[in-house]
């Protein structure tokens, strides 16, 4: 873009050059003009800001590759059994409610 201005060509022809809009060539001459070579960097700071921090987001992602606790896993044994932490049960087991399906108009049990 800049090479093409140097040229001589003007805004509208070097917009049709490199299939762009005539606004976008004039804001990166503009920047050129304005800061020389590091107009042409990309700004920082641009789109959403993180919403946590990367301490944050590094303790979620090595917490999301641990086992959780009281989960089922194979051993090295090949025997399945509960996670434990230091030969303790960690965490707890909560049983689930028994599943009912609507008959009719009243509920019933699923058998």
Same mark, same amino acid.
């Given at each position: 873009?800049? +090479? !093409?201005?140097?040229?001589? #060509?003007?805004? =509208?022809?070097?917009? /049709?050059?490199?299939? *762009?809009? @005539? $606004?976008? /060539? %004039?804001?990166?001459? %503009?920047?050129?003009?304005? #800061?020389? !070579?590091?107009? !042409? ?7 959403? $800001?993180?919403?946590?921090? +990367? @301490? ?7 917490? /999301? $590759?641990? /086992? =959780?606790?009281?989960? #089922? ?6 025997? *399945?059994? =509960? ?11 909560? =049983?689930?409610?028994? @599943? ?9 049990? %699923?058998?």
């Amino acid at each position: 873009m800049i +090479e !093409l201005s140097w040229s001589g #060509l003007r805004v =509208p022809a070097i917009a /049709v050059e490199l299939g *762009c809009r @005539q $606004k976008t /060539v %004039h804001c990166w001459l %503009h920047r050129f003009n304005r #800061l020389g !070579l590091q107009g !042409l960097d990309d700004l920082g700071g641009q789109g959403r $800001k993180r919403r946590i921090t +990367e @301490q944050e987001r590094s303790r979620i992602i090595s917490l /999301v $590759k641990t /086992v =959780p606790p009281g989960r #089922l896993r194979w051993e090295a044994t090949g025997n *399945c059994g =509960p996670s434990t932490s230091q030969g303790r049960l960690s965490g707890r087991w909560i =049983p689930r409610p028994p @599943q009912r399906v609507r008959q009719g108009s009243k509920w019933a049990a %699923h058998r």
